[in-house]
């Protein structure tokens, strides 16, 4: 072949490149002009017919350019009420609302088919009050009587992304509080079946939880990576593969969430294998997170925390806790002490039925520590919180003070020498003090 052909040849693909490049550009600007009242139009009935609160936004555009490569439709300033009884107050703003639009359903449908949302800055307000009643309760079911939905618009999500958003979730019923800051979540699937494969990641720059005005999280960070089945029709969600990282403690969690007629079902398992002993603390309460930051924490731990049951507020229905502790060669030394404790070891497991902590199942099978060669060995099994029935074995030769010294513990204060071997059997009460079935040698000096 000749130059000269070769050289047509790669003139002509070059030329029907360009014109093909040209006509793809055109149809990125145009096709947005043609459809744009179609789509303005039927989002507008959409949301008259199946929304039952206020909606108002400042602006709308269409573009292909604003999510590329989807064609969406952009709500700007957005504002939706929340249901009654909250009507009047807002249940999500957002700088910006987006709606991927499928390409072919403008063309070869008359129903316009969304299949992405996406929402930035945006504030989600949840509200629940004492009887129940939630404010997201927005959307319009159709009348068993109607033979046929009318809407001209279809949902069929397969994508939704929130970015840089806030989220608060304030239920008055089960005295649930919870905030996420910086809140970005990416979830995949095909929404439009009853039961579907949710994929989803989040990232939350801070997350607090609040139970009975009691703090249980406060500034942590998420990172999330879920898989979770979804049955829109029982309202029931089954978190097959979860991974989650709160703070430094990474976490395997498991599990099912039901709706029920008057409350949920739930049976939950989160468990943490072979983690730092200071990754696990940095997950807890906040009241901790000043004693970490002066406390040396080394050692290996492994966690498994399980909720499983009903709750049934109305009926004073609630699930059992239970929670599995390892620590394995802990070593703690508060406020760089000079008498650390060290060969930490504690394999204790725990059961709170109905969350009743006067129903509290403690067996501590193995509780010992060192310090320098002192040491204390000890199990324990406690029934109960207000009169405990306690079963316990204690052999110790250690200074108390040098003890609370090590571990930093607020609010206690304990001196003198615990010196001796002991075995209790019985019940304490608060009241009329300990009665014990059996009883052997104690020798026990100590000032509190």
């Known amino acids: 072949m000749s130059a000269d052909k070769k050289k047509s040849i790669i003139l002509k693909i070059l030329k029907y490149l360009g014109i093909t490049f040209v006509v793809i550009i055109g149809l990125l600007f145009l096709t947005p002009i043609i459809f744009a009242d179609k789509i303005k139009e039927q989002i507008k009935k959409t949301a008259n017919e199946k929304l039952s609160a206020e909606l108002n936004y400042s602006d709308v555009s269409v573009s292909f350019f604003h999510h590329f490569p989807s064609l969406t439709l952009t709500l700007s300033d957005l504002n939706l009420n929340g249901s009654a009884p909250y009507a009047k107050e807002k249940f999500i703003t957002a700088k910006e609302v987006s709606f991927g639009i499928n390409v072919a359903s403008l063309v070869f449908s008359k129903t316009v088919k969304i299949d992405q949302i996406y929402l930035s800055d945006s504030f989600i307000n949840v509200k629940v009050n004492p009887a129940g009643e939630a404010n997201y309760n927005i959307y319009k079911s159709s009348k068993p009587s109607d033979p046929k939905d009318s809407t001209e618009t279809a949902l069929k999500l397969e994508r939704i992304e929130i970015l840089n958003s806030k989220i608060i979730y304030d239920d008055q019923s089960t005295k649930v509080h919870f905030d996420a800051f910086g809140f970005n979540y990416l979830g995949k699937g095909d929404l439009n079946k009853s039961v579907f494969d949710l994929y989803s ?40 593969q979860n991974n989650l990282k709160i703070n430094q403690l990474v976490v395997d969690f498991k599990g099912k969430f039901d709706f029920l007629k008057d409350g949920y079902n739930m049976d939950f398992v989160i468990k943490s294998e072979n983690s730092k002993l200071n990754d696990v603390f940095t997950a807890f309460p906040p009241k901790y997170v000043t004693w970490l930051s002066k406390t040396e924490l080394k050692g290996n731990t492994n966690l498994l925390l399980t909720l499983k049951g009903d709750y049934i507020a109305s009926q004073n229905i609630a699930p059992e806790l239970d929670l599995d502790v390892k620590i394995d060669s802990g070593f703690v030394n508060y406020n760089k002490s000079a008498f650390p404790v060290s060969n930490l070891n504690l394999d204790v497991k725990t059961k709170v039925p109905n969350l009743n902590p006067d129903l509290a199942d403690i067996d501590a099978k193995n509780l010992s520590l060192n310090i320098n060669k002192d040491y204390l060995k000890s199990k324990f099994h406690v029934v109960g919180v207000n009169t405990p029935n306690i079963d316990a074995e204690l052999k110790a030769k250690i200074d108390l003070g040098k003890l609370m010294s090590a571990l930093g513990i607020p609010d206690i204060v304990l001196k003198g020498n615990l010196d001796g071997d002991a075995v209790v059997n019985g019940k304490f009460d608060q009241k009329t003090g300990f009665s014990q079935k059996r009883k052997e040698q104690l020798i026990l000096k100590m000032v509190i």
């Open 201 to 240: 990641k989040a990232k939350i720059e801070k997350l607090n939880v609040i139970y009975e005005d009691e703090p249980y999280l406060m500034n942590k960070k998420v990172d999330a990576d879920l898989i979770t089945k979804v049955n829109v029709n029982s309202l029931s969600f089954f978190f097959q």
